[in-house]
């Protein structure tokens, strides 16, 4: 039964870490549980247990972090995530500066070039710092 605890402690906090480590010690703590419901010694149960960890951790554990990683989309954060975006000035923007709305926010921006009236659309091009690099949006079909 303390095995069976020991498994139920680790994927508790496997839950939090979301790594598959403890995922695997607690696959080695079911081990040692079988171990002990065969009624082997303490001293095998252990040794069965880190054995069953070990194997997890060295063979499981890459397949199933390769197997989650290949699924699983990567996703732009912070200041990225707005690169390619449209926003809307708000100032008249230019090489010197203004500002845009961009995802309900105002950010200062700034072209590499031609100068942009308040109101018209523009899309991100990059992010510089804290400051957002804009050009005119382009209308399709025109």
């Keep these: ?5 020991v498994a139920l402690v680790l994927v508790a906090i496997e839950a939090v870490t979301v790594d598959f480590t403890f995922l695997m010690l607690a696959g080695g703590a079911v081990g040692g549980s079988i171990a002990a419901a065969f009624g082997a010694p303490p001293v095998v149960q252990a040794i069965v247990a880190a054995l069953v960890a070990v194997a997890l ?13 290949a699924s699983t989309p990567q996703q732009l954060m ?31 921006a700034r072209t590499l070039g031609d100068d942009i009236e308040p109101g018209e659309e523009v899309v ?19």
Excluded: F, Q, Y
Excluded at 57 to 69: F, H, Y
Excluded at 88 to 98: E, L, Y
Excluded at 130 to 142: D, E, L, P
């Design 78 to 108: 912070g200041a990225a995530a707005h690169v390619g975006r449209s926003a809307v000035a708000i100032d008249r923007v230019n090489p010197a500066g203004g500002r845009v709305k961009l995802s309900g926010e105002t950010w200062s």
């Design 124 to 142: 991100v091009d990059s992010i510089d710092g804290a400051t957002a690099i804009v050009s005119r949006a382009r209308v399709v079909g025109s």
């Design 57 to 69: 951790l060295a063979i499981v554990r890459p397949w199933l972090k390769n197997r989650l990683s």
């Design 1 to 5: 039964m303390v095995w069976l605890a």
